[in-house]
């Protein structure tokens, strides 16, 4: 946990520090309008509700839409095939910087999981994928498209399956 942690800090960048500064001033500025309307209960309990939603849902929210916005991408897979004879599973896609800046390395990661033909556990397995096999992509220019093709190995599963394609850029 303190290695994902880590790995984390070290990929922010300085738009997410100046998100992350301008969130906690927010939350100052709407702590302050609390504490100077202390007699009006009502305004008070807002600006209180609201500078705690500055603090621990905005962070979050606003890290999701600046890193959609700054590194857009789109993925298509065009082929799954399972080779008979070797316990192999061969994903080709594609990959495009739909985004105004070059994008030094993306991690694409393909996830395997489960089908039981069930809602509940359908909706459940995708969130623990059975087998994970990523790559790294680099110097990917903006609007161009990039041919991926991931082999998984040793890929053994005999019953339905579906994979998901992630890719996290920067």
């Given at each position: 946990m303190k290695e994902k942690i880590l790995e984390f800090i070290h990929g922010l960048n300085n738009y997410d520090y100046i998100?992350?500064?301008?969130?906690?001033?927010i939350f100052l500025l709407l702590l302050i309008m609390a504490m100077l309307l202390r007699k009006k209960a009502f305004f008070a309990s807002i600006f209180l509700i609201l500078s705690l939603?500055?603090?621990?849902v905005a962070p979050f929210v606003g890290y999701i839409q600046l890193?959609?916005?700054?590194?857009k991408n789109s993925t298509k897979i065009t082929?799954?095939?399972?080779?008979?004879?070797?316990?192999?599973?061969?994903?080709k896609g594609a990959?495009?910087?739909?985004?105004?800046?070059?994008?030094?390395?993306?991690?694409i990661q393909v996830n395997i999981f489960k089908v039981a033909h069930n809602q509940i556990?359908?909706?459940?397995?995708?969130?623990?994928?059975?087998q994970k096999v990523w790559i790294a992509e680099t110097e990917i220019k903006k609007g161009e498209t990039r041919d991926l093709?991931?082999?998984?190995?040793?890929?053994?599963?005999?019953?339905?399956?579906?994979l998901?394609?992630?890719?996290d850029c920067k």
């Open positions: 998100l992350f500064g301008a969130l906690f001033v939603g500055t603090l621990f890193h959609n916005y700054l590194y082929e799954i095939k399972a080779l008979e004879f070797t316990p192999t599973l061969i994903v990959l495009t910087n739909e985004s105004q800046r070059d994008f030094s390395t993306c991690k556990l359908d909706a459940i397995f995708p969130l623990n994928p059975f093709k991931i082999i998984v190995e040793p890929f053994t599963y005999k019953q339905d399956y579906n998901s394609l992630s890719v």
